[in-house]
């Protein structure tokens, strides 16, 4: 069986709270089976804390750049990480592997990533980030969670298909 990518907001008093609700609605939408794809296949989750500016899309995006990229196709330094990706050219051709540097969020450190990577691991865990800030009172709105006391959390990882 195969692997598939997987994000979900919860929210709750503690990240416990948060992740059995994601585990309990992805079952009530797809069902008890083991390989339906959702949060409900892992077994857990690691917290990770992002700095209050930084966008969770995007430490998630540059978390599953470094999932992808092998360990000879990485340089790191303490601002910024170079990735060697596939990238086509326009038009059609040939692809080429080319350097692409991503800039690492203030506040976040080459090995908060790479702990980031290492807690996605299929059937087992996932990655939780809380959220706060803006982009928490934005979730907190558009999941109908606003006035209620708790945390906001988004967990990614591999999911069984």
């Known amino acids: 069986m195969g692997a598939t990518?997987?994000?979900?907001?919860g929210f709750g008093k503690d990240a416990d709270v948060a992740f059995n609700s994601c585990v309990r609605q992805a079952q009530y939408e797809y069902g008890h089976d083991c390989y339906n794809g959702t949060i409900s296949t892992v077994q857990g989750y690691y917290v990770h804390d992002i700095p209050t500016r930084a966008d969770h899309l995007k430490v998630a995006d540059l978390v599953w750049a470094l999932y992808e990229a092998a360990d000879m196709d990485v340089k790191y330094?303490?601002?910024?990480?170079?990735?060697?990706?596939?990238q086509w050219p326009k038009g059609g051709g040939v692809p080429a592997r080319r350097w692409k540097t991503r800039l690492i969020p203030k506040g976040l450190a080459v090995s908060d990533l790479l702990a980031m990577v290492t807690s996605i691991e299929k059937w087992e865990s996932c990655c939780a980030l809380r959220i706060t800030g803006t982009a928490a009172q934005d979730k907190r709105k558009q999941h109908g969670w606003k006035g209620m006391h708790g945390d906001v959390y988004y967990f990614f990882g591999l999911a069984a298909c």
């Open 77 to 86: 330094s303490s601002d910024r990480v170079k990735i060697k990706e596939l």
């Open 5 to 9: 990518n997987f994000e979900d907001y």
